[in-house]
């Protein structure tokens, strides 16, 4: 039996992005000439944290009565690098662990991305949207053919109003050289003050290796500089990441007969946790120049909103 999720989020989140998308309309009616560009959420939110059933939720709602909003929904993990070029990176520099598979910031195609976000917000026409299946190559994963893409805004139908573009790092912020030194001692210092209390990854890192991914993430910002809001799924304990991981592949294992084994999970986990790390606290400052523009929900280890700040 699959992990339950019970979506207590969408209450919180419909009435924020409407509120959003409402001011949104109403400012570019000002520019009588020219309709309003689309409105572009994004939706950060720790893995297994529950934030499938979530973008699900907020789809059906958009989509429907009364609303009846032209929506489409664009994942980080489809903007991941093809294989070959994944496998280009890990080689170029085979010493850092955090580019040997896609995930971090680096391994996915900004390029490509500015192109659809650009594409969506002058609403031009037949826009294919991007695939990528994670089960080609052994696990490792390639992008889809793009004669296979889904395509929106085709001839004659309404264009999309609303782009929902989520994933696990969706919105985070690089830090400065100064911010990035100071995050990486800290996670030093405190595995040698007390390596038992200490659960993250960071300290394992070397900084260059950190410092690479942190320069890729800077590039990110060309995509988080369109978003009319942000909705970020916290956790009271972003450790609660490994054993939501374990849940689902255990699950996974059970339903389907496949599924990694837990060590896997942990090992796969590692390779997350350290941007989890890095970039939380600067997603729950807010992200955002202007106040009001980011929901922030805290969930439990049972993944139910334990509170919600509008930052």
Known sequence: MAVKIVDDKSEHCIPFILDKIKAHCEYHKKDKDTDAPPFFLGLNGIQGAGKTTLVSTLYKTLTSDPHNLPTVVLSIDDLYLPHSAQKSLAESQPENPLIQHRGQPSTHDIPL????????????????????????????????????????NKDGES?????????????????????????????KAARIFDAEAYHGRLASLDLEHVSFVNDALRQ???????????????????????????????????????????????????????AYELYTDVLRK???????????LVVNKQRKVEEVEIQ
């Open 220 to 274: 990110y910002d060309a995509l988080t500089d369109y978003f009319g809001a942000l909705v970020h799924i916290d956790a009271v304990d972003t450790l609660f990441v490994y054993e939501w991981r374990l849940e689902q592949e255990r699950a996974l294992r059970k339903d389907k007969g496949t599924g990694m084994k837990d060590k896997q999970v942990i090992e796969f986990v590692n390779g997350y946790y350290p």
């Open 159 to 187: 264009p999309v109003e609303v782009v929902i573009f989520e994933g696990w790092c969706v919105g985070f912020r690089s830090l400065s050289d100064e911010e990035l030194v100071e995050k990486w001692e800290g996670a």
């Open 286 to 296: 807010g992200i955002f120049k202007e106040t009001g523009k980011q929901l922030r």
């Open 113 to 152: 991305g500015k192109d659809i976000f650009s594409q969506l917000y002058a609403r031009k026409s037949n826009i294919r949207i991007p695939c990528y299946e994670k089960s080609l190559h052994d696990g490792q994963g390639d992008r889809t053919d793009s004669e296979t893409w889904d395509v929106v």
